[in-house]
């Protein structure tokens, strides 16, 4: 079964860093895009950026640029965000998806279970 | 980037009726437009991509329709597990991904 499995929930205090991961299983992790997708409180879907493990090349949206940092390492199938200096308004639900092809964009078939991360002092 | 707008934000229906969603991108998409089905606490889940191709699985009563700039998201008979968030997600091979806003399904 193709499936994603994202790290536990964390609670931190505003300017600690922090990385939170995504390991995929059941298919061939570095062949296929990951994505980042956040959903602070009671709020919609906002796609943060995209990565292939293959080459570790990576794409931000504007508004997440400078902001976080994705990664990867193919070795053992697992996608990370991180952030360098919390802050409050980090507060959200944080999603990886896997994009259906490995092709240029597709559709998101496979999601992780996402990952609550807590910013608060 | 290119932004999508859904409306309404919220609908009021009941059990068997018939609703719409309508999304709207910034510019032409061609068909490359998909709908997402979310319930509180857990990930999105795939309806519908390039448009109006039903994904596996999925009931026939969701139909997605549209091309270019409109489209729409239709529940044919609306069942109590539709209550629900719905979002449309623009993958353009040209730009980002864009997700509207969503559209909260609500019980009337």
């Known amino acids: 079964e193709e499936q994603l499995v994202q790290s536990g929930a964390e609670v931190k205090k505003p300017g600690e860093s922090l990385k939170i991961s995504c390991k995929g299983s059941g298919y061939s992790f570095s062949s296929y895009w990951i994505a980042w997708v956040r959903q602070m409180p009671e709020k919609g879907l906002e796609w943060m950026g995209i990565i292939y493990p293959g080459d570790s090349y990576t794409r931000y949206s504007p508004s997440f640029q400078g902001q976080v940092t994705i990664s990867a390492d193919k070795s053992i199938s697992t996608a990370y965000l991180q952030w360098s200096s919390l802050k409050a308004s980090d507060t959200a639900m944080y999603y990886c998806?896997?994009?259906?092809?490995?092709?240029?964009?597709?559709?998101?078939?496979?999601w992780g279970q996402g990952t609550m991360v807590t910013v608060s002092s | 980037d290119i932004q999508m707008t859904q409306s309404p934000s919220t609908l009021s229906a009941s059990v068997g009726d018939r609703v719409t969603i309508t999304c709207r991108a910034s510019?032409?998409?061609?068909?490359?437009l998909a709908w997402y089905q979310q319930k509180p606490g857990k990930a999105p889940k795939l309806l519908i991509y390039?448009?109006?191709s039903l994904e596996s699985g999925v009931p026939s009563r969701f139909s997605g329709s549209g091309s270019g700039t409109e489209f729409t998201l239709t529940i044919s008979s609306l069942q109590p597990d539709d209550f629900a968030t719905y979002y449309c997600q623009q993958y353009n091979r040209f730009s980002n991904y864009t997700f509207g806003q969503g559209t909260k399904l609500e019980i009337k």
């Open positions: 390039k448009a109006s």
């Open positions: 998806a896997r994009p259906r092809s490995n092709g240029g964009l597709d559709v998101f078939d496979i």
């Open positions: 510019q032409s998409l061609g068909s490359w």
